[in-house]
C-alpha cells in the first residue's frame, strides 16, 4: 500500500486521555475484582450535570425540529448572544460577523494555525499547557518555541522572556488565562506587555478564554481590552467549561480582522460544514438564561480549591499555590522526586496503583511540568478529603523528609 502522509508522525495528542484509559483497565482488571476503585482526581471536566435549562432547550430544539444545516458560521441568534458576551471584555463591540461558532473549542486552534502557518514558521506557546496547540503546530510544519510559566511568578512569564524567543519566524502568540493546567492567571501589566510586544512584531494572538468565568480572586482580563489587538487576535470559548456542557461540542471563534474570520468560516465549511443544530440552541439558552446555576458551581469550585490546597500542603513532599482560576491544581513535587529517585510519570503511576488515586504527571503538559503533578477539583468533597487521605498515607509510608 501507498505509504501515510509524512505530516502524521508530527501530530501528538492528549496523553492524558492514554494515562485515563490505563487507569480504567487497572480499576476493571485489578481493584473490582477486590472491590476496591480508584478515586479520580485529574479530570479536566466540570463536576456537575448540564443545568436543566439548558437541556430543555436542547430537548425543545428537538422537538420544533430544529435538526437541519445551519449557515457554517451558526445560527445569527447565537453569533449576536456571542458577540454582546464576548464584548464585555474587549476595547470594542463585536459584532454577529465577528463570530464564528464551531463544534468545540478545539477546532478554533486548528483553523487559526491552519489558516497561518507556513513550513518554519514559529509559534510561541505558554509550557506547561494544554497539549493541543504545540501538537497542531508542529503537524502543520511550524515550530513550537515554548516560554515556561514560573512557579514563583504565579505562572506567569514576563515581558523579557517573551522578546527573547522572538525571531524573524515568529508568527504568533498562544495564550491561555485562566491557564490549564497551572490554575494561573494574565496580570493585566503582563496582558499590556504582550499586546505591545504584538503589535510591535506584528504578531497574532490566539488567546484561549474558555475558563473566563472560573476567575477566583480578581476579575477575568481579556489581551482584547487592549486598542488594536481584536484585529490581530482571535478569542476562543465556548459552552464545555462554564456551563457543564463538554458532550454538546460548542465552541466560537471571535476576532475583528474580517479575512481571518473568512478563513475561519471557510475551513470549518470543508470540515464540519456546520456546529450540531441542537447543540446551538443549547448554547443560545446557556448564554442569555438564568446564570444561577452556574454561580453555584462557581462558588462550589473555590470551595473545593481551598479545601484541596489545604489538604495537599499538609502531604510531605508536595506544595503549591493556590490557583486563581480554572479548576486545576499544579503540585511541586520535586522535593519527593528526588528523594525518591524517580519521575512524576512513576509518581503517579505508583500512587495509582498503591493508593488508588488518579492524578496526572506534569510532563503531560509538556517538558517544563517535570517538576510537578497536576489535580482537578471538580470533584466532590467526599472525593476530595478521601483521595488525598489516601496519598498522604501512602507517600508518609514510602518518605521521610
Known sequence: MKPFS?????????????????????????LKPQGKSLVYLQIGEPG?????????????????????????????????AVAKLSSNYSAEPYSEEDVIVVPGGKPVMFYMLN???????????????????????????????????????????????????????????????????????????????????????????????IYDRMVHDGEHISITSVPGMQERTVMLNGCSKTYAMTGYRIGWAVTKNKKMADYIEKLACNDTSCTNTISQYAALEAITGPQDQVDYMLNEYKKRRDLMVSLVNDIPGMSCHSPKGAFYLMVNVRELLDKLSITADELCDRIMKEAHVLILPGTVFGLFGDDFVRFSYVSTEEDIKEGLSRIKSYIESIYQP
Open 48 to 80: 456537575f450535570d448540564t443545568p436543566e435549562n439548558i437541556n430543555e432547550a436542547a430537548i425543545k430544539a428537538i422537538k420544533d425540529n430544529q435538526t437541519h444545516y445551519t449557515a457554517t458560521p451558526g445560527i445569527p441568534e447565537l453569533r449576536e
Open 115 to 209: 489558516a497561518l502557518l507556513d513550513e518554519g514558521d514559529e509559534v510561541i506557546v505558554p509550557n506547561p499547557s494544554y497539549p493541543i496547540y504545540g501538537s497542531v503546530t508542529e503537524y502543520l510544519g511550524g515550530k513550537m518555541v515554548p516560554i515556561q510559566l514560573k512557579e514563583e511568578n504565579d505562572f506567569n512569564f514576563s515581558a523579557d522572556e517573551l522578546r527573547e524567543l522572538i525571531t524573524p519566524k515568529t508568527k504568533m502568540i498562544i495564550i491561555n488565562s485562566p491557564q490549564n493546567p497551572t490554575g494561573g492567571v494574565y496580570t493585566k501589566e503582563l496582558l499590556e506587555e504582550i499586546a505591545q510586544i504584538a503589535i510591535e512584531h506584528d504578531l497574532w494572538v490566539l488567546s484561549d478564554e
Open 6 to 30: 509524512k505530516r502524521m508522525p508530527n501530530l501528538g495528542t492528549e496523553n492524558a486521555f492514554a494515562v485515563i484509559g490505563k487507569a480504567k483497565k487497572f480499576e476493571k482488571e485489578v
